[in-house]
């Protein structure tokens, strides 16, 4: 087996609809959650795409059994512009693209929608649910708690998510401003694309119990999940490089995902009871949608707003620096650049798409990566 292998990214979203429909995963929800996989790696944010098909998703479904492939969605409240739902730990991607979904409704009849939900499951690159909005013609923001990852500033314990707070605005150039990414330094996906790869962690990252940094992956792994380690807010360690601005914005959106819709919050969100057996994690999302044209024309929002970017990359750049960059563009190249060349699949990934494929009895896939 190759190292590192690239494929063709319709073909990887076929097999992975192909491993969600042989986890129970209906159809048309087993093509939601490829497609939002597959929109990571297609993007370049290979921490959130096939890479965590099988111990996100997979494991938690077959082998955990805290994750159910049949999503009862259910409507606790609903009002003119807003909703409640409770997912009944189904499938992430699904809760959220219907929450999505009902947001933009509730939007184009009342300028602005806004829908929470409980009892949800991973729902992968958050940054897919704002371009749902930005492709309605909308600007959205989403958020969604987690197992506990972060310390809070002055701490050293895993109390909050990752908790990313994600923005998407439609702008008049080939791409949407979206700002996604996590409210820590980096984020357990990372570190996790980091172990597979060999590589060691930049210090800071984070933090273990007696105040030190951490840079080996496959340790902070572990003592991640002994609650030995926790990862470091957006700022870093203490309030110097203004760590405290990252470990609000978490709070932020900590509250969000739990108290409007009155779900699980921090510690409970362990994945694991007393005895440390797993449990499903209960997952908290919100999702807003505005709708533009209740407050200005679409179309002088979106070259407003790409006037705002230009004007940013074209600023006086430091030295030997060649480009200025806003958020959305990389993820746009990225995605131009693997649409030609195909998704890079490092060796773990193409170990556990085999084993998702021999266990799931899916014969008609035989992958070039095996010669």
Not at 28 to 47: E, K, P, Q, W
Not at 107 to 124: D, K, P
Not at 288 to 313: P, Q, S
Not at 334 to 351: E, N, S
Request: charged content about 25%; aromatic content about 8%; overall charge negative.
């Amino acid at each position: 087996m190759a190292d590192v292998y690239s494929m063709d990214s319709q073909l990887l979203e076929a097999f992975m609809v192909d491993v969600f429909r042989g986890l129970g995963v209906p159809e048309m929800d087993a093509r939601i959650c490829a497609d939002v996989l597959a929109t990571a790696d297609r993007r370049g944010v290979d921490s959130h795409g096939v890479g965590r098909l099988k111990p996100i998703y997979y494991d938690r479904i077959r082998k955990d059994r805290i994750q159910q492939p049949v999503t009862r969605l259910e409507v606790v409240r609903d009002f003119l512009a807003t909703a409640v739902l409770d997912g009944h730990h189904g499938m992430g991607m699904v809760i959220a693209h219907r929450a999505m979904e009902m947001a933009i409704e509730k939007a184009r009849r009342h300028g602005l929608g806004m829908v929470v939900a409980r009892n949800s499951t991973h729902y992968g690159i958050a940054g897919y649910y704002a371009l749902m909005a930005c492709n309605a013609g909308m600007i959205g923001l989403t958020g969604t708690n987690a197992r506990p990852s972060i310390a809070p500033t002055f701490g050293v314990e895993n109390m909050l998510g990752t908790n990313p707070l994600v923005f998407g605005f439609p702008t008049d150039e080939s791409f949407h401003f979206t700002n996604d990414y996590a409210t820590s330094v980096t984020q357990r996906g990372k570190i996790e694309q980091y172990e597979r790869e060999g590589k060691t962690m930049p210090p800071g990252w984070v933090i273990n119990h007696r105040g030190e940094t951490e840079t080996d992956p496959a340790a902070v792994l572990r003592d991640l999940v002994a609650g030995q380690a926790a990862l470091t807010p957006l700022g870093g360690i203490g309030e110097a490089t203004g760590g405290y601005k990252g470990y609000g914005y978490a709070t932020v959106v900590e509250v969000l995902s739990a108290a409007l819709q009155q779900g699980a919050f921090l510690k409970q969100l362990s994945g694991l009871d007393a005895d440390g057996s797993p449990v499903p994690y209960a997952l908290g999302h919100f999702f807003l949608a505005i709708n533009i044209e209740c407050f200005t024309d679409t179309a002088a929002f979106r070259k407003t707003t790409g006037d705002i970017l230009r004007e940013l990359r074209g600023s006086l750049k430091a030295p030997g620096q060649r480009r200025i960059f806003t958020c959305g563009e990389k993820e746009y190249l990225a995605w131009m650049d693997r649409r030609a060349k195909g998704i890079p699949l490092d060796d773990t990934v193409q170990r556990q798409m085999i084993t998702m494929r021999d266990e799931l009895e899916l014969n008609g896939y035989r992958f070039d990566f095996e010669r």
